[in-house]
């Protein structure tokens, strides 16, 4: 599961969306928009669903180590459910809260709270950067579309053009023929006068 909407929504299970916001103590459109990836919980959300559903924080935040975080002390210490630390050689903010014990000072969750800090910043910066993508993108489509509609006008400004001339040379057409066929009519009838006469 690559997204962490995917990882909430693994963590729900069978859980209705209902049940599962009102344990953690949001609204069900929230945690919906938590799910789709459309917004990003905060660090309370974060840290509300590892605490009620025994959930690794590291995991939930990232994908990495254990999904479950250990129940007992001597668990924690177990190499494969330690984090890998940051790239920066500090600690995540899953190693902190697996750290964390009832009464422990505020410092620990502070320190997981900045991690989390951290990684909202480079979710933003990412969000950030697609949207003045989308915004390059969207306007060079209305370009576009600007451009297909003035040319669009004058296709049928010619088409409408080519129809009159059609329309006046047919009535030219037309006019001339019935000129001709009165012409024919009238020799005729200077012929048919001339032979009376006669």
């Avoid at 729900?12 to 459109?29: D, P, T, W």
């Avoid at 990232?62 to 330690?82: F, K, L, Q, T």
């Avoid at 989308?134 to 129809?163: F, I, P, T, V």
Wanted: charge should be negative; glycine fraction near 8%.
């Amino acid at each position: 599961m690559q997204k962490l909407g995917e990882r909430i929504r693994h963590v729900r299970g069978r859980m209705s969306q209902e049940a599962f916001s009102g344990l953690l103590g949001i609204s069900k459109g929230a945690l919906g928009g938590y799910e789709r990836g459309e917004n990003c919980p905060n660090a309370d959300v974060i840290l509300t669903i590892c605490n009620k559903c025994k959930i690794n924080v590291s995991w939930l935040m990232s994908g990495a180590g254990a999904m479950h975080a250990p129940d007992n002390i001597d668990e924690d210490e177990r190499p494969e459910n330690r984090p890998a630390p940051l790239e920066d050689g500090s600690q995540t903010a899953g190693e902190l809260s697996c750290q964390m014990a009832p009464g422990q000072d505020c410092k620990a969750e502070n320190n997981a709270l900045r991690a989390h800090c951290r990684w909202l910043q480079e979710r933003l910066d990412q969000l950030e950067a697609e949207r003045r993508d989308l915004n390059r993108e969207n306007r060079l489509l209305w370009q576009k579309n600007a451009d297909l509609g003035e040319r669009l006008a004058r296709l049928e400004q010619s088409q409408e053009m080519a129809r009159v001339n059609a329309r006046a040379s047919e009535e030219d057409t037309t006019a001339a023929l019935t000129v001709s066929r009165h012409g024919v009519c009238c020799n005729r009838l200077q012929e048919s006068c001339k032979t009376d006469r006669t």
